[in-house]
């Protein structure tokens, strides 16, 4: 394993290993590593001759200071898990100088549509940060593909406007949720619930897949409805948003339409962590 921590020592190993005509595989994270990063790792590793692994806390996408303070962080832990899949991965480990220079601000983008829902939405400037962070590590390390979780399938569909708008050479790739046994998404936020959160989360999964089964039969409306009055005396989670909307353009429905892929779209808090969640629905 190599750890880079400066991004000019990195972009010299990526300059031989191109030189050699080997394929380089990206895997952006914030750290406190999982199962499902472990996931996008191995996929990684199947299509590319070598995987970097970036872990990089990106101050721009939050909006809540506090969530920022609180949010799990372990670089000794997250390395030692990587050893375990990967014993031959790069680890891009920087520190926010280095990528931001002395102002630590984001850059703007135009996202449209796909930044003003869900997430957008609630969390402002959010994708902003994460557009400035994904951009910067793309044309740092150039790779030749990127791995990201379909859990955060927002800001997937972000990311590929991105790559598109900005004209990155950088074939971006979305990767199955990976759940733990009780079928909540795999999510380092996961390790700040208690036994009794984590397990009410579940509950979070089996709404979605209920609303799922009555998609076949049900109104968008009534779907939503009835979403809402599961969540609205529920003892542990607080509901925050509850969408359906088209897989594509992530624009709200109200009525489906044939050919029409769609997903339904969560979020929700146990106590004060905030948890995300998605589903496709046909």
């Given at each position: 394993?190599?750890?880079?921590?400066?991004?000019?020592?990195?972009?010299?190993?990526?300059?031989?290993?191109?030189?050699?005509g080997k394929t380089l595989g990206l895997v952006p994270t914030?750290?406190?590593?999982?199962?499902?990063?472990?996931?996008?790792?191995?996929n990684a590793e199947k299509i590319c001759d070598q995987v970097v692994v970036s872990i990089f806390v990106?101050?721009?996408?939050?909006?809540?200071?506090?969530?920022?303070?609180?949010?799990?962080?372990?670089?000794?832990k997250d390395l030692d898990l990587l050893e375990t899949v990967d014993p031959d991965v790069w680890v891009f480990a920087p520190m926010a100088s280095e990528l931001y220079g002395e102002k630590v601000v984001s850059e703007k983008f135009e996202f449209g549509?796909?930044?003003?829902?869900?997430?957008?939405?609630?969390?402002a400037g959010?994708?902003?940060?994460?557009?400035?962070?994904?951009?910067?590590?793309?044309?740092?390390?150039?790779?030749?593909?990127?791995?990201?979780?379909?859990?955060?399938?927002?800001?997937?569909?972000?990311i590929r406007k991105l790559t598109e708008d900005q004209k990155l050479p950088v074939e971006v790739i979305g990767c199955p949720i990976l759940r733990e046994p009780n079928g909540l998404a795999r999510s380092s936020r996961n390790e700040l619930l208690n036994p009794n959160q984590r397990e009410s989360a579940s509950f979070i999964h089996e709404t979605l897949l209920k609303s799922r089964d009555l998609f076949g039969t049900k109104s968008v409306n009534y779907i939503t409805d009835w979403v809402n009055a599961q969540f609205k005396d529920h003892p542990v989670l607080k509901l925050e948003y509850f969408e359906i909307a088209e897989a594509d353009t992530l624009k709200k429905i109200n009525k489906k339409r044939e050919g029409q892929n769609y997903r339904a779209f969560i979020a929700a808090y146990a106590g004060e962590v905030r948890l995300i969640d998605n589903l496709a629905l046909n």
């Open positions: 394993m190599q750890i880079f921590k400066e991004k000019e020592a990195l972009q010299t190993a990526v300059s031989k290993l191109k030189s050699e914030m750290g406190a590593l999982h199962e499902g990063h472990l996931s996008l790792v191995t990106n101050p721009t996408q939050f909006n809540n200071p506090q969530d920022l303070e609180k949010y799990p962080r372990g670089l000794q549509n796909l930044a003003e829902v869900m997430e957008g939405k609630f969390r959010h994708f902003d940060g994460v557009g400035t962070v994904v951009k910067m590590l793309f044309e740092i390390i150039k790779p030749h593909k990127a791995f990201f979780g379909q859990k955060d399938f927002q800001q997937l569909q972000i």
